[in-house]
């Protein structure tokens, strides 16, 4: 436990590197104990001021307890009761991973259920975001299942949308606002002139207004929650509620077997997702309600009208295999995960010896056997990967710079060091004559910067010579260096002679790797994200699973969509690709892919939108895609 005291850094990096180590050291004997811990963070964050990095930790914390809760039931009756206190929060993604939570531990839990149910009811009037209501109303009409729940969340919905019809509730509203308006106005006239100045105590003068007078609330902010956010235009959110109103008809008519109260309540059903479909055909909302959401809507209306065995077990049944089997997807690649990571190979051991030669003494003993030691631990592990020729490999990163022809030929070894790039240009004299003042001039074209200058040298006739270059990068994007050889000939009047160099191109494929994020990040990142780069997919390749996978290794690019949803034969897919760069930038990208139905042999057609953070990283991956899409095409041509 005295790794959690390292949480009262204000540092976010280390207090989430702290909590994944607690979570790998953490046991049966000091979970509970970790769980205290955690309570008291969570208290610290809402008695702190509010800003970014606040209720970045309180995500974190959030997450913590929802591993743990996952890794140790029998603690999942203590955290639930803490982490209900989010959903309230003004932090969005803070209480929308409390409900991923609490998605996944009602459905693992089953003796937990009342409870959660019992919580969410409570806190459903408190809440403050349309996502989190929309995530809430789904877990309740997916797992209320007693008549005494069912009918508290229809009661807590009609609460919360306020009295219905909508449309004639809202009209009536307005009315009567206008109504007093024009009998008030007198009434403000008088109040106008009461609130000229007025003497304080002090015998300064000021308005009443500014003491006094209070500012009465738009009638808007009285009006019910659920109600405001559809009057925004949020229909979603209408499609939600009858969706759990369908689910927990369904449901009841199950549990009660009087016809009169079936019918009753479906009535009551249909009036409440009837009237949101008015309000979004009247034009009283800010936004108009889309044809999907009405689509939705409307099927549920029918839906509840019919009440069908065959759109019943729908309904209540497999909306949750799939999300069982969502889960079950989820555990199983979390197990692969930990698998890879145990079974990967540790080069160097933690509390391995280094042995310095020149610092060992000729008179020691010892010395020959740590020697001897050493040079067997070189021998065993320090030689070449299997497959990789060291030689072949440092030849792949030479690049010409100029002809054979040339007076002066080069050509340069390109050393990519993460943050540095090494350039050591060989430089050949191919004249007889001696060569003065002979420059390697440099530039850079994008987020590259050149460190230093090379300095001059003197070739003699056929003669060559070794010139290193510094230049560092600074973000994720193409760029490129380009430059000349300056040199003078000896005993000669003429102007000094130049040769053009070829230009060097940076791949930022050195800079990215695959990473892995969950889809709620994922989701949240391409919302923020502002840039945009659409790419069409122009490739021979005939099979979609193939296409996904050769993009994700040309691109270092991971695919976030679970492996069990491309199993099967179908005609188009969607993924989702996920990257870091060494910079911190993220790298998101959806695949969108299909083949002809008359055609099976045909080629792959779609497009693939990219989204990052930055221009420059957007249109370098882009780059990116377009010249992995022409090699397949060269291939196959070939």
Not at 339 to 360: C, G, P, Q
Not at 377 to 389: C, L, R, T
Not at 502 to 530: G, K, S
Request: hydrophobic share 40%.
């Amino acid at each position: 436990m005295d790794v959690l005291r390292i949480l009262a850094t204000p540092d976010l990096e280390v207090r989430k590197k702290t909590l994944n180590l607690a979570l790998e050291l953490v046991t049966m004997r000091s979970v509970n104990e970790m769980v205290e811990v955690l309570k008291k963070e969570v208290g610290k964050t809402h008695n702190t001021v509010e800003h970014e990095d606040t209720g970045k930790y309180r995500q974190l914390l959030v997450r913590t307890l929802h591993t743990i809760s996952i890794k140790f039931p029998e603690v999942a009756a203590n955290v639930i009761p803490i982490l209900m206190d989010f959903l309230s929060d003004n932090n969005e993604l803070a209480a929308t991973d409390v409900l991923v939570f609490v998605r996944e531990a009602i459905q693992r839990f089953e003796g937990l259920r009342p409870q959660i149910i019992e919580r969410l009811l409570s806190a459903l009037p408190t809440i403050c975001s349309v996502t989190v209501h929309c995530h809430t109303l789904w877990i309740l009409g997916e797992y209320a299942s007693t008549t005494g729940e069912i009918l508290g969340v229809v009661s807590s919905v009609r609460g919360s949308l306020g009295d219905l019809p909508i449309v004639e509730d809202e009209m009536r509203k307005a009315a009567g606002e206008a109504g007093e308006e024009e009998g008030g106005t007198e009434k403000a006239a008088q109040q106008h002139q009461q609130q000229q100045q007025k003497v304080t105590a002090d015998g300064t003068y000021a308005t009443q207004s500014a003491f006094s007078a209070t500012t009465s609330k738009s009638k808007a902010d009285d009006r019910p929650p659920l109600r405001k956010y559809l009057l925004e235009g949020n229909f979603y959110l209408g499609a939600v509620i009858a969706n759990t109103l369908v689910k927990l008809a369904f449901r009841y008519n199950s549990l009660e077997s009087n016809s009169s109260k079936q019918n009753a309540f479906g009535a009551e059903v249909m009036l409440v997702i009837s009237s949101i479909v008015h309000l979004g055909k009247s034009g009283l909302p800010q936004k108009s309600m889309t044809e999907d959401d009405y689509d939705r809507m409307m099927l549920c209306l029918q839906v509840v009208s019919e009440r069908t065995p065959g759109l019943a077990s729908v309904f209540t049944e497999q909306c949750r295999s799939a999300l069982s089997h969502m889960l079950l997807a989820k555990t199983e690649e979390e197990e692969a995960q930990r698998r890879d990571r145990k079974s990967s190979k540790v080069i160097e051991h933690v509390d391995d010896h280094i042995a310095f030669s020149h610092l060992t003494k000729g008179s020691d003993p010892s010395s020959a056997d740590d020697m001897f030691d050493l040079s067997m631990s070189m021998a065993v592990s320090g030689g070449k990967k299997e497959g990789v020729d060291l030689s072949t490999s440092k030849l792949s990163k030479v690049m010409q710079l100029t002809g054979f022809s040339d007076p002066v030929y080069a050509e340069a070894y390109v050393h990519i060091n993460q943050y540095d790039i090494v350039l050591d240009v060989l430089i050949v004299n191919q004249t007889s004559d001696i060569l003065q003042n002979c420059t390697l001039e440099l530039a850079t074209y994008g987020d590259l910067k050149l460190v230093e200058k090379p300095q001059p040298v003197v070739l003699a006739p056929h003669d060559f010579c070794n010139i290193k270059a510094n230049v560092k990068v600074a973000s994720t994007e193409n760029g490129f260096i380009f430059g000349n050889i300056v040199y003078d000939v000896k005993g000669s009047t003429s102007d000094r002679n130049v040769v053009i160099l070829n230009d060097i191109h940076v791949d930022i494929m050195d800079y990215i790797v695959p990473a892995t994020c969950t889809d709620l990040e994922f989701r949240q990142m391409w919302t923020e994200f502002e840039w945009e780069n659409k790419v069409t997919v122009n490739t021979q390749m005939t099979e979609l699973k193939s296409y996904l996978d050769y993009l994700c290794k040309s691109t270092n690019m991971k695919c976030l969509t679970p492996e069990k949803a491309f199993s099967g034969t179908g005609d188009y897919m969607a993924a989702n690709l996920y990257a870091h760069s060494i910079f911190g930038e993220d790298a998101l990208a959806n695949l969108s892919i299909e083949k002809p139905l008359d055609n099976p042999e045909a080629p792959v057609t779609g497009h693939i939108r990219i989204r990052a953070k930055s221009q420059g990283m957007a249109i370098s991956l882009g780059d990116r895609v377009n010249k992995v899409q022409k090699a397949t095409i060269k291939s196959v041509g070939a």
